[in-house]
């Protein structure tokens, strides 16, 4: 008797649920409704829904347009998407918030065809700047450049006719990557770099075969220019140091809001950096919503990191639960660590530019303090010790479980280490545009062999049951989803021929990367990166659905509106 009573009232339970969500009108009525839409919810693929309710800041209906009328009051913002497509808002998982920003208010070379073009821009932002003033610009890449410049060491270029346009202006112009600079003659002598100058630990001062300096610094030898900077920046006032933050996180907030992204991991902030952006959430001036690695050295994480654990602040405006470091360099200016010499440069493995005791160091206080360790890692070489370094952590710790420890970028990786992902439960962080980006030069680094069977190796670490989530690294590349997620399904280049295309993620995949794989690799998926009732609202709208058009027009895309916790922050004119 008292289990048919059980059953009664669980039927019941079920009865009285059935009916507040069908259609007597008693349901909770919406204050957005998209209908007549292609809805992608990323829950499931194969299906498409037609019309999504928001409550406030969240998800509170997916399904059919004739469901949906149910949550229509007089009170309800309906907008007719006449069948555009609807799909998560996009997560791009590796970018650098500040430097999106920084790049609008910098010299942006990253259109420059040549060397010569380069001299130009920066000859003519000289002459409009004050004697003394810094000339600060980012985006070029020698092995992007035609012609080639003569003369050159290893395809850069000397600084002689760069210092000769700018006398009177120190100059810093960082490589597309950022794993190397540009600087002329007045900046060198503020420095105090001469023929004699050593390299550094971790770092290069690009020379020919007889010790003239290039202008070219690579890796930690940037220091040796970035200081000099930064000892003319802090003879400004306070306060324009940081306007001019606060603009350029304004600038970047309005890049990512008109390109459909709704969240960002910040890969590598100050804990200044991090106070600067909390204010500005508090103000209303930042939209996206943040997650961000604390980029600070292990003493100073010593000293804060406690202070610095935020979960979902400003409900859910920001996250900081992981540390940032370096293992290596970049491929295109050789920094990458392999583990056996560059094809066209043999005397070089690239470059280990942390010490590997700091890496460990860092490992266990990530590991003490519940943070996530996201190393930047590049190389085959610097792949395999990071792998190594996170196993030994984990061995030390089996108590810890779900730890998710990711890898940044891991573009060249040995097929010995491909399956250490996923049994290590270490989360890829890989850049789908940088594939295509650098396909014009990896076979010319690294040989053919190494370019197949090691280089951006998604389908394999997939194959594996690796988590990858996917991003720009902007601002090295353009913070724009569309043509990253263009790249990620083809593998074509901007010429049209595609790099290795055995490797690339289907369409499902990419989009996987790109929404939930994104909020998974930051703890977060339980309330964003899928359409599903009762998660964020946090939404897209695009011109054409990704999932089914044909390939060529995938790049034709755009970013009709974006929807953050149920607002529209942006809407295409």
Not at 36 to 48: L, Y
Not at 126 to 137: R, S, Y
């Amino acid at each position: 008797m008292k289990n048919r009573i059980v059953i009664i009232l669980l039927t019941l339970g079920i009865t009285i649920t059935l009916i507040s969500c069908g259609s007597n009108g008693l349901e909770e009525k919406a204050d957005l409704v998209l209908k007549n839409g292609t809805v992608a919810t990323v829950d499931t693929f194969g299906v498409f829904y037609e019309a999504v309710a928001v409550k406030g800041d969240k998800i509170l209906f997916v399904g059919a347009n004739k469901e949906v009328e149910n949550f229509i009051d007089d009170s309800t913002k309906v907008i007719d998407l006449k069948g555009k497509f609807v799909m998560p808002g996009f997560f791009d998982s590796h970018a650098h918030f500040l430097g999106i920003g920084m790049a609008k208010i910098n010299l942006d070379l990253s259109k420059a065809e040549n060397w010569d073009e380069v001299i130009y821009m920066v000859a003519s932002a000289a002459e409009n700047a004050k004697p003394g003033e810094w000339i600060i610009g980012r985006g070029w890449h020698q092995e992007k450049w035609d012609p080639v410049p003569e003369p050159n060491v290893n395809g850069y270029p000397y600084h002689d006719v760069l210092s000769q346009a700018t006398p009177y202006n120190p100059v810093l112009l960082k490589h597309a990557s950022g794993h190397a600079l540009f600087a002329n003659a007045k900046a060198m002598s503020l420095a105090g770099i001469t023929e004699q100058t050593p390299n550094p630990r971790g770092g290069e001062i690009v020379r020919d075969s007889l010790g003239k300096v290039t202008g070219v610094f690579k890796e930690d030898a940037m220091d040796l220019i970035l200081r000099a900077h930064e000892k003319y920046l802090r003879n400004r006032p306070a306060e324009k140091i940081i306007e001019e933050k606060i603009k350029a996180y304004e600038l970047a907030n309005r890049e990512c809001i008109e390109k459909g992204i709704t969240s960002l991991e910040d890969a590598g902030s100050t804990f200044d950096e991090i106070d600067l952006m909390k204010k500005l959430i508090d103000e209303g001036k930042i939209n996206v919503r943040l997650s961000v690695m604390i980029g600070e050295s292990n003493s100073e994480l010593e000293k804060h990191i406690k202070d610095y654990k935020i979960l979902g602040y400003a409900n859910n405006r920001l996250t900081v639960r992981a540390i940032k470091k370096y293992m290596d360099g970049a491929l295109g200016s050789r920094g990458a660590w392999m583990l056996s010499p560059y094809t066209d440069v043999p005397s070089t493995t690239g470059l280990n530019v942390t010490p590997l005791s700091d890496i460990r160091k860092a490992a266990r206080i990530a590991m003490e303090n519940g943070f996530q360790l996201c190393t930047h890692a590049i190389g085959d070489k610097a792949n395999r010790v990071t792998l190594n370094i996170y196993e030994d952590e984990f061995n030390k710790h089996p108590d810890k479980k779900d730890l998710r420890w990711r890898i940044e970028h891991a573009q060249h990786v040995s097929p010995k280490d491909q399956p250490r992902f996923a049994k290590l439960g270490v989360i890829a962080a890989m850049q789908g545009i940088h594939c295509t980006s650098d396909a014009v030069f990896v076979k010319k680094r690294l040989g053919n062999w190494r370019a197949q069977k090691e280089s951006y190796a998604w389908r394999s670490l997939l194959d594996y049951g690796t988590v990858i989530c996917n991003g720009t690294d902007a601002p090295v590349e353009d913070v724009d989803p569309v043509p990253n997620f263009y790249a990620s399904v083809t593998r074509k280049t901007k010429e049209g021929w595609a790099f290795y295309p055995e490797q690339k993620m289907t369409r499902e995949e990419a989009l996987k990367s790109y929404t939930i794989n994104g909020a998974y690799a930051t703890f977060e998926e339980n309330i964003k990166g899928s359409l599903t009732p009762g998660k964020l609202a946090d939404i897209v709208v695009l011109s054409k659905n990704i999932l089914t058009v044909p390939e060529n027009e995938i790049k034709d895309t755009k970013v009709l509106y974006t929807i953050i916790g149920g607002k529209i922050v942006y809407q295409r004119k």
